[in-house]
């Protein structure tokens, strides 16, 4: 089922994501007053301190997506990180710390160090909404929130490096892993599989890159103008030798 849902949600999500995250890349995100689930106080840009890390936005009163989203991250990216953080806030002013940990044992991540889960005062929660792009609406008729689920990369400034919303592919999240780690991402790779004359062709099982006949068409142009220059330089030099020995 989890699967289901995912596979309906990521072709939209990550579309929304390509076309929207260029407007984020290197925000600075406000250094908001965070608790954490084992009831200590920090600031977000602390959380950031000692490594980049995947943030995402849930609400422990969610009767939809977030829960099955959480699940899905820690399929994806593993209980035990290593390398980057996972920070899961809280963006529903209802949720207290006992909500969370409830969740957090719920999805079998109350021991582990490497997601670490908070809430924040209501009065900070827009300004860090605000900060992310993030939209949400409460509908008072089922008391719950109208939201999209999200996902980003922050380096230990506090800037946002990625972000994408929708249920990713897992080729998307192992880039987002190693980016979040400090690796070089060569490109992210769209989720349409129909365009012909591409210039790389990206393999999810391996994570690899090879290049592919549109890098060929690409290259075509200036290589044939070179290729021309040097037969018409060639063509000259001969037309010069010919000149100079029938001259001697």
Known sequence: MLAYIGGI????????????EGQYYLRTLPDVPIVLVDGSKTTLHRLFQSQS???????????????AYLLYLRQALGSTPTGFRVVVLS???RDTLADVRVLTQRLALAEHPSWQWGVMDPEQIPRLLAGLGYAL??????NDYDHSIVVFVVDRQ???????????????LKDLVREARGNFVFSYPLPATDV???????????????????????????VSS?????????????????????SS
């Open 9 to 20: 949600l990521i072709a939209a999500g990550t579309a929304r994501a390509q076309l929207n």
């Open 53 to 67: 890390v995947i943030l995402t936005l849930f609400s422990a009163h969610c009767g939809g997506l977030c829960s």
């Open 91 to 93: 963006f529903d002013p």
């Open 137 to 142: 609406r409460y509908d008072p008729t089922r």
């Open 158 to 172: 506090g800037n946002i490096l990625r972000r994408m919303e929708g249920f990713q592919d897992p080729a998307l």
């Open 196 to 222: 012909a004359l591409r210039c790389f062709d990206f393999d999810k099982e391996t994570g690899t890159w090879r290049l592919s006949w549109g890098m060929a068409l690409l290259l075509l142009p200036p």
């Open 226 to 246: 070179l290729a021309i220059a040097l037969l018409l330089r060639l063509l000259v030099a001969l037309e010069q030798f010919r000149a100079a020995d029938s």
